[in-house]
């Protein structure tokens, strides 16, 4: 009987010792599942937003004479939620530097005006006819900023710039 119990001692003092590493272990465990959650979280966001922003583009590859032309509400304007108004003045704001000032960097000017859409995608809570008539805007303006960004020579994107402009004028022509 002796023996029993000093063999069960080893046993229950092994076993109290993996239930200490396992405790020191699982801080670790603990630690690197929180970590990994909130990287996959914030990969998952970044990803819906190039998701959102890619599925937007392709919508655009049909010919602008397939598109319907953006139409006045009634007349008037279309409201546009306030979130999103500061990136859309930035997006003219640049555009307007760029040209005012004879700037010859479209690629840094393409990263810009992209990371404006982002946020510009991101901020938006819009929804029903408005959101529809911003898309048939902001569909062709996403195509222009990708084609500037991948544009081989600056002479192109004096081009694609200009276009940029007149995207932005139409902007303020039927949204407020």
């Known amino acids: 009987m002796g023996y029993f119990f000093k063999g069960n001692k080893v046993?229950?003092?092994?076993?109290?010792?993996?239930?200490?590493?396992?405790?020191?272990?699982?801080?670790?465990?603990?630690?690197?599942?929180?970590?990994?959650?909130?990287?996959?979280?914030?990969?998952?966001?970044?990803?819906?937003?190039?998701?959102?922003?890619e599925s937007e583009t392709q919508a655009v590859h049909?010919?602008?004479?397939?598109?319907?032309?953006?139409?006045?509400?009634?007349?008037?304007?279309?409201?546009?939620?306030?979130?999103?108004?500061?990136?859309?003045?930035?997006?003219?704001?640049?555009v307007n530097a760029y040209i005012r000032n004879n700037q010859t960097d479209y690629k840094a000017l393409a990263l810009q005006l992209k990371e404006q859409n982002n946020k510009l995608i991101k901020s938006c809570t819009m929804d029903g006819?408005?959101?529809?008539?911003?898309?048939?805007?902001?569909?062709?303006?996403?195509?222009?900023?990708?084609?500037?960004?991948?544009?081989?020579d600056e002479n192109e994107a004096k081009e694609i710039v200009m276009k940029l402009q007149k995207s932005n004028e139409m902007y303020h022509k039927y949204f407020n």
């Not at 006819?129 to 081989?152: A, C, Y």
């Open 62 to 94: 049909q010919d602008d004479e397939d598109a319907a032309p953006i139409e006045l509400n009634n007349g008037e304007k279309w409201l546009v939620n306030e979130e999103m108004k500061p990136f859309v003045l930035k997006n003219s704001e640049l």
């Open 129 to 152: 006819r408005s959101h529809e008539e911003l898309h048939k805007w902001l569909l062709p303006h996403l195509e222009l900023v990708k084609e500037l960004e991948n544009l081989p």
């Open 11 to 53: 046993v229950l003092e092994g076993i109290i010792k993996m239930i200490e590493i396992d405790k020191q272990d699982m801080k670790k465990i603990i630690v690197l599942a929180i970590s990994s959650f909130l990287f996959w979280s914030c990969n998952i966001n970044a990803e819906k937003s190039t998701a959102h922003q």
